[in-house]
């Protein structure tokens, strides 16, 4: 399944979740091509600290401006991209299964959404494959009278042709530091609430 992690407005997470879904998925067992069309190349660098500091699984990173597609049936693609590459993204998206939509929880994080789906139309006009586009919050506020989250939320769902998870990622310090040292979150710190939220996320994703 090819699986393009996308939004247009930058620091909306993509590469995060880019980076722990790969991680994931590789310690399930999974054979998984990943690709990072950034030319910010966030998903090369972690993969390669990784690899510095020697933790395993080691994670294979292909920094590319377009994918490719020759991969046997059974692996799973991940494809991390950004909006400074909007023809990689394009790409992406044309061949892509699905795409998974990370949200911030603000309006403009939402009116932005709106944009990128717009992109994503105009990217599959022509093609006859059914695209799925899954939706969720991310960095959402741990505080529960911070409605921002729930708007968010409630604004995804009126948008059209989204599937939108009733599973967030929430704002916590743990997705910065993980990265840094080239772990994910269920690696650095194996039962917190981060870890759990996000292997809910991940296995809703490929169950
Ligand atoms: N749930 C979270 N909690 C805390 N920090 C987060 C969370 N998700 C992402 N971040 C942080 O937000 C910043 C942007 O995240 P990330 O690089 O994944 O976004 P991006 O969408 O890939 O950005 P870009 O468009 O620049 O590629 C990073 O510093 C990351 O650590
Ligand atoms: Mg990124």
Known sequence: MITVVAN????SGKSTVSFNLLAWLVGQGREVKAFDLDPQRTLS???????????????????????????????????????????GMREAIRHADRVIVPVPPSQPDVWATQRFLKIVADARNGTEKTLEIIAFVNRADTHHAVRESDDTEAA????????????????????????????????????????????????????
């Open 156 to 207: 995804l769902q009126q948008l059209p042709g989204i599937t939108v998870l009733p599973l967030r990622l929430y704002q916590r310090t743990l997705y910065r530091r993980s990265m840094s040292e080239g772990m994910a979150v269920f690696e650095l710190w194996r039962g917190s609430k981060g870890a759990d939220e996000f292997e809910a996320l991940a296995s809703a994703l490929y169950q």
């Open 45 to 87: 660098d972690v993969a390669q600290v990784r690899k510095e500091d020697g933790i395993v699984p080691a994670l294979q990173v292909a920094a590319v401006d377009r994918p490719s597609f020759d991969h046997a049936a059974q692996v799973e693609v991940i494809i991390d991209v950004g909006a400074a590459n909007l023809e």
């Open 8 to 11: 247009l407005k930058g620091g």
